[in-house]
């Protein structure tokens, strides 16, 4: 079965940091790149990083560049995002997805169900 | 940065024509992608590349873009196409990934 499947997500006190992971299933994962997308509470989404299959090209959104560290293990297939130096802002359901890698590598062909993170004191 | 423009809603009876807008500077000049989000779920692709159609969605679904307006069409609007949808395209200016502000249809 085809499938993402999110973890590490939490409540966490401004200043602090957490690390999520995305583990995949049912596909090769080295061979696509994947992408990290949260949304807000009633927000649209919003694009936060991407990883290229070989974990050696990454892009940043502005808002978390500095902050967020995007990798790869694709010995244990897991999608990871490191935030450090979490802000209310960064409050959101936080969802990793697969490169339309064949279709269009600049779409997003499959979501995990994310993993909640609130950054509150 | 790019930005993409879309209601804030729309409204249509069942049975007939939803029609969803994204506005961007020259966006018919790029590849517009289309997500479908129910409440509570992971997005789910219903276009890709401006009118191509992933499996398993309804014919029911097409897509336009040309100038500054990319559209989603849905036809036989069906009580279980409410949702709402966003629009995305990549910025090559900034190599950024681009949503819209989402539309929510509401099937009458």
């Known amino acids: 079965q085809v499938q993402l499947v999110e973890s590490g997500g939490g409540a966490v006190q401004p200043g602090r940091s957490l690390r999520l992971a995305c583990a995949a299933s049912?596909?090769?994962?080295?061979?696509?790149?994947m992408h990290w997308v949260r949304q807000a509470p009633g927000k649209r989404l919003e694009w936060v990083a991407i990883i290229w299959s070989d974990g050696n090209s990454k892009k940043y959104a502005d808002s978390v560049k500095g902050r967020f560290t995007i990798s790869r293990d694709n010995s244990k297939n897991t999608l990871y995002l490191q935030m450090d130096s979490l802000r209310a802002e960064d409050t959101a359901i936080y969802y990793c997805?697969?490169?339309?890698?064949?279709?269009?590598?600049?779409?997003?062909?499959?979501w995990g169900q994310g993993t909640q993170v609130t950054v509150s004191s | 940065s790019y930005e993409l423009t879309q209601p804030l809603s729309v409204s249509v009876a069942l049975g007939q024509t939803a029609t969803i807008t994204c506005g961007g500077n020259?966006?018919?000049?790029?590849?517009v992608h289309w997500y479908q989000q129910k409440p509570g779920q992971a997005p789910v692709v219903v276009m890709y590349r401006d009118s191509n159609r992933p499996s398993g969605i309804p014919e029911r679904f097409s897509g336009s873009n040309s100038g500054n307006t990319a559209t989603l069409t849905i036809s036989r609007a069906q009580a279980g196409d409410e949702a709402d949808y966003y629009c995305q395209v990549w910025d090559g200016s900034t190599a950024h990934f681009v949503f819209g502000a989402g539309t929510k249809v509401t099937v009458l």
């Open positions: 020259k966006i018919g000049n790029k590849n």
């Open positions: 049912g596909f090769s994962f080295s061979t696509y790149g």
């Open positions: 997805a697969r490169v339309a890698v064949g279709i269009d590598v600049n779409a997003f062909d499959m």
